[in-house]
């Protein structure tokens, strides 16, 4: 009788999981791109005579090119990618631009690129805006449309100056003075405060995302040309509450700190990163670099590498860049000396790549109709840098190359440093794709040999 009533209950439970309907599962990478496309040099000259946009069916997706170079990732905001299934049921013949603009973003993003970064909604400012607040709708979808689209994620980011709680760096956290009052009043939060409120959140975040988000940048921009920030700089009181702890004359342990902390919670797998912007060119800054990561990794903090955001302007010099990589990619010796069960894991990415094409005569215009000419220098540049850190990509140094934005018109060059057109990226504002996209794509051909 027992077994019968099994055999009954397991029935029903089948035909109620049949009658509701299993969501169905899609693959993105397959759906929105056309699978006979060869990706051949041929196929790509003749493709780049046509106009396309970026979300179209018949559009070679950009991952592919880099199959067994590196992978290449985009940041995006979730608002751009609400419902991001909208993106499916569209022009899968590439006749013309049946879904909205937004739609091509999306399918865009689901269909280009294999890691994700969420540019804004990681930050720890929307993560933790009030003490035990925790805020992580954005950061939870952002990991369900990394598995829809079959995508590695980076985190980013957690300790900066920018973007972070005001309410960590006060004494009292819910004071409502600015931190420059708090500073004067003596108000600012102790040593001791801030490291327990970066501790606990770092903890919470790493754990919460321990399966799904396995690269992160743990810090971002803690240099400025000379060494470290300082509050004198541009407000960072991270070194200012926290000093130097261990007396060896260097007021940076707090990036020790917020290391440590993300190692203990994140585990030995996790990679965890530093992230800043001007070492494409600026070898002060590079060396400042190298010598503090060398210093910490000798203490025995694990840092797995760093992040080049590399927003770079279309006159950039590509040699300067390469050497100053090349500087950063020897720590891996010192790296593999420290860490050999580790060794060779010392890696560089490219982590925020766009391209600024006010310079020149034209660097204090605000709108400007950017000509063909103009996309095919830039095309030209991307092909240079794309060229150059896939070099570094066949020595196993980069293992990634993501671009800040998709397309010109969802860029921060737009309103940074002023209100302007830029056209940073590999799509124009109509979401068409612009010379460069073939350009990166030539790139990568030419390393696949
Ligand atoms: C820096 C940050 C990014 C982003 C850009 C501007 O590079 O690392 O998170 O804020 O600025 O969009």
Known sequence: ?????????????????????????IDYKTELTDQSLTYSEEELESLSQ???????????????????????????????????????????????????????????????????????????????????????????????IGKAANAQLRGHTIVWHSQVPQWWFKADPNDQSTLADCRTNGTLASSDQLIERVTTYITELMTRYKDDIKIWDVCNEVLNGNGIRQYSDDGSLWSEIIGDLDGNGYADDYVEIAFNAAREAGGEDMVLMINDFNMEWQDSKTNAMYDMLERMMRKGVRIDGVGFQSHIS?????????????????????????FPEYKGNFRVEITELDMNMFVGAIADEGFYTWSMEDYERQADKYFELVDMFLDFADEGVIDAIVFWGTDDENSWLNTTPKLRRNAALLADRDMIVKPAFWAVARAALKHRG
């Open 314 to 338: 279309v006159d950039n010099n590509v040699e300067l860049y390469r050497r100053n990589i090349e500087k950063i990619a020897s720590l891996s010796e010192v790296y593999d000396e420290c």
């Open 1 to 25: 009788m027992k077994k019968i009533i099994a055999i009954l209950t397991a029935l029903a439970l089948t035909l109620t999981l049949v009658s509701c309907g299993e969501p169905e599962i």
């Open 50 to 144: 046509q106009e396309f946009h970026i979300g179209d069916y018949g559009l070679p997706a950009l991952y592919k090119y880099f199959e067994g170079l590196c992978s290449v990732g985009v940041a995006f905001t979730s608002n751009q990618m609400y419902d991001y299934d909208l993106a499916l049921p569209y022009d899968k013949k590439a006749e013309g631009p049946k879904i909205t603009v937004g739609d091509q973003v999306k399918a865009g993003i689901l269909k280009h690129y294999n890691m994700y970064v969420l540019g804004n909604e990681l930050k720890s400012d929307h993560c933790n805006p009030a003490e035990g607040v925790y805020n992580f709708d954005d950061a939870d979808k952002f990991v369900e």
